[in-house]
C-alpha cells in the first residue's frame, strides 16, 4: 500500500509561522532551536576544525573516496539485497547499534540509539499529525548495522558518510573531493563525464548510490513491504546525499517525482543534523509509542 503524503506543514501553535522562502535556510519549521554549535563546540559539518575528531573524519573519506566504485557498490547490492542474513524487529535492529559510533560524524561521538531518537522526538514535536515521518527519522540510520559481525563487519567506509552516484563523475562539492583521485572510476571514460552512464531525469531511482547504510534500509525497508509513503523510502535512501540536498549538484539526474521527494528531505535534514547533542532521550518513556508505529507501518520480523 502506498499512501499519499501532503506537502511539509509544520506544527500550528497559536501564531502563523512564515513559510520559508528557500526550502534549505537554517530555521526550523516548528519551534526547535537551532543550536550554534556540535557537541565539540565546532559548528556543525565542519570538515576542517582542528580537532583529533577531524584526523579520523579525513581518514574515513579517503578510504570511502578510493574504494566506493561502480563494481563494488554492485557487489554490495547484489549480496546484501537477498536479504538472507537474519530476521529481527525494528526495536531489536535499534539496540544492536547501541555498540556503534559513527566515524564520518565531525558532530556526535554518541551510541546511535541517541541520535535516532533525538531525531524522530524534534520531528514529532514539530510534525504531530505525521507519524510517518517520526518512523522515518527513528529507523533511517539502521543500515548501520553492517557494521556488526553478524553483517559481515563492514569497515565503516563501506556504511557511513556523506553518499554520491557511482557511474557518473564525482561532483567537486563532494567532501574531501581531492581523494576520488585516486578512485579507479575517475580516470575510466566510461564514468567520468558528467552524465557516465546515466541520463538527463533519469530518475534517482535508477542511478546507482555509494554503498552503505542508506542503500541498505532502502532495500530491507521496500523488500519487507513497508507501507512507509515514498517519501519515507525517499529520505531513507537519500539522507546523506549532502551534494544534492545541501549543495544542490546532481540535481540533471532528478525527475518530477524527486523533486517532489526532495521538499521532504529538506524538512527531515534540518532535524537530522541539528537535533544531535549530549541531551538523553528517556528511551522506556517514548519506547511504545515508537513501537505502534513500527506495527503500523512494518511486519512484526524483518529479513535483514
Known amino acids: 500500500m502506498t499512501l ?18 528557500d526550502p534549505k535556510e537554517l530555521l526550523m519549521d516548528g519551534g526547535f532551536v537551532v543550536p550554534d554549535a556540535n557537541s565539540f563546540g565546532h559548528t556543525f559539518r565542519d570538515y576542517n576544525a ?61 551510541p546511535q540509539i541517541e541520535h535516532l531518537l533525538q531525531t524522530a522526538e524534534a520531528i514529532r514535536k514539530d510534525y504531530p499529525e505525521e507519524d510517518w515521518l517520526h518512523l522515518t527519522a527513528l529507523i533511517h540510520d539502521l543500515g548501520k548495522v553492517l557494521l556488526h559481525p553478524s553483517f559481515g563487519k563492514l569497515p565503516q567506509w563501506a556504511v557511513v558518510g556523506d553518499t554520491f552516484p557511482v557511474g557518473c563523475a564525482f561532483d567537486e562539492c563532494n567532501v574531501h573531493h581531492k581523494y576520488f583521485a585516486e578512485n579507479p572510476d575517475h580516470l575510466n571514460p566510461k564514468y567520468n563525464t558528467k552524465l557516465g552512464v546515466y541520463s538527463e531525469g533519469c530518475g534517482l531511482d535508477n542511478v546507482l548510490m555509494s554503498w552503505g547504510h542508506d542503500d541498505y534500509m532502502y532495500l530491507v525497508a521496500k523488500e ?38 526532495l521538499k521532504w528531505l529538506h524538512v527531515f535534514n534540518k532535524y ?33
Open 4 to 21: 499519499v503524503v501532503e506537502q511539509p506543514r509544520p506544527a500550528v501553535t497559536g501564531e502563523v509561522k512564515r513559510t520559508p522562502s
Open 50 to 110: 582542528e580537532s583529533e575528531r577531524q584526523k579520523t573524519v579525513e581518514e574515513f573519506y579517503r578510504m570511502n573516496h578510493i574504494h566506493q566504485t561502480c563494481d563494488f557498490v554492485k557487489r554490495m547490492r547484489e549480496e546484501y539485497g537477498k536479504l538472507c542474513r537474519v530476521e529481527m524487529s525494528i526495536w531489536e535492529c535499534i539496540e544492536l547499534l547501541n555498540e556503534f559510533v559513527d566515524e564520518s560524524d565531525p558532530d556526535l561521538d554518541e
Open 224 to 261: 519487507n513491504k513497508t507501507s512507509l509513503p515514498l517519501a519515507g523510502l525517499f529520505i531513507i535512501r537519500y539522507h546523506s546525499f549532502y551534494p544534492l540536498h545541501k549543495h544542490g549538484a546532481y540535481q540533471y539526474l532528478m525527475n518530477v517525482e524527486d523533486k517532489e521527494n
Open 272 to 304: 537530522d543534523l541539528y537535533s544531535k547533542s549530549k541531551v538523553r532521550i528517556d528511551v522506556e518513556k517514548v519506547k511504545p509509542y515508537y513501537l505502534s508505529l513500527i506495527e503500523k507501518y512494518f511486519p512484526a520480523k524483518l529479513k535483514w
